[in-house]
């Protein structure tokens, strides 16, 4: 599945659900968005966020 993002450089891009995880832990993007709206890398709840916090 495809996934909007907006990266670091602030350009839209399209990328596949698997890397999210990565670019997320990377910083390589800011926002990504969900059904519900964009998600705010470092403001809202994401799932690279919770993987870490139960480590």
């Not at 659900?17 to 403001?43: A, C, N, P, Q």
């Amino acid at each position: 599945m495809l996934i909007q993002v907006i990266r670091s450089d602030n350009q839209y891009d399209y990328i596949q659900d698997y890397i999210l995880d990565s670019l997320i832990e990377t910083k390589k993007i800011v926002k990504f968005k969900r059904s519900t709206g964009w998600v705010t890398i470092g403001t809202h709840q994401t799932r690279a966020h919770k993987r870490r916090a139960n480590s």
